[in-house]
């Protein structure tokens, strides 16, 4: 089957896809709406599927739509990361590796593993976002990431998990608050008091979210913040309580008046994994940094 498409065709049926409009789609993608629609049909006819179901409200994708949407988003990533490589080649950079990480990973132990990486590594560029732990999974997956810090062992197909840290999640709360003197509590039984919560951002916000919903009961964030330290002052000054990991509390208990609480519920205690879809297959560069994670994990 020879090739009748291209890019601009890939990158429309991301935009379709993504705004679930045929017209958006178009606009995001410079195309007038006809052109578009061409180019949609020229695509069903090549694939001999349909690929959109047209109705009143808009589009949505048939499976085969789905299908080449995921694949379509792959080739834009790779070559999104194609010309930041190239970009970065031109700047004398030898290496660039892409990692995701949960909050926890991204705030308390990434910080010290990559500074002992790059002063090894000065040619090579590190690119670290936080992600959801589901998603840093599905993104090492289709290869829009090279090595990812999660929480548990996300369903994801062609990901191989190798083990890092434990991750306990504990409530803090103001001194003397009428949780405080709890040896450990339920989440089910916080959830009358008012919450400090880290900003939507964050990947332990949705995380926190998705239990109360579990429960079928609100959440009440009294206030977001944008890291874990004004998460913990804000405690401190009796706005409310929070959730957050046992290492981050540790070490804002020494300088800071709340009290910690233990919690009882299974998800809080977390088994924090090193994904990467192919080992051998990564630069070698990027091997390193997987083998320094290992040993920082072993060393914990």
Request: charge should be neutral.
């Amino acid at each position: 089957m020879s090739m009748h498409f291209d890019l601009v065709d890939m990158q429309l049926m991301v935009n379709i896809g993504t705004s679930r409009s045929l017209t958006r789609g178009a606009e995001k993608s410079h195309l007038s709406l006809p052109a578009a629609s061409t180019r949609v049909k020229n695509l069903e006819a090549h694939f001999g599927a349909q690929l959109l179901y047209r109705t009143s409200q808009g589009v949505t994708m048939t499976p085969a739509g789905e299908s080449l949407l995921r694949h379509a988003r792959t080739v834009i990533g790779q070559i999104e990361h194609l010309r930041g490589d190239m970009q970065a080649f031109a700047l004398g950079v030898r290496g660039r590796v892409r990692v995701l990480a949960n909050t926890s990973a991204m705030t308390e132990f990434m910080p010290a593993v990559l500074g002992r990486y790059l002063s090894a590594h000065p040619d090579v560029h590190i690119e670290l976002r936080e992600r959801l732990s589901y998603l840093v999974a599905k993104e090492v997956s289709e290869g829009a990431a090279d090595i990812g810090i999660v929480a548990g062992q996300p369903p994801a197909a062609d990901v191989v998990y190798l083990p890092y840290r434990s991750d306990r999640l504990v409530l803090i709360t103001p001194p003397k608050h009428s949780l405080a003197d709890q040896g450990e509590i339920a989440f089910a039984d916080t959830l009358s008091f008012d919450y400090v919560g880290l900003s939507e951002t964050s990947a332990i916000h949705p995380f926190l979210r998705q239990a109360a919903d579990a429960l079928g009961r609100p959440l009440k964030f009294r206030v977001e913040v944008g890291n874990f330290e004004a998460l913990c002052r804000m405690v401190e000054a009796r706005v409310g309580v929070g959730v957050i990991p046992a290492s981050v509390a540790e070490r804002f208990a020494r300088t800071m008046a709340f009290e910690r609480v233990a919690l009882t519920d299974a998800w809080a205690e977390r088994e924090l994994h090193i994904c990467v879809r192919d080992y051998a297959a990564l630069p070698a560069f990027a091997q390193a940094l997987v083998d320094l994670l290992v040993k920082d994990g072993q060393g914990a």
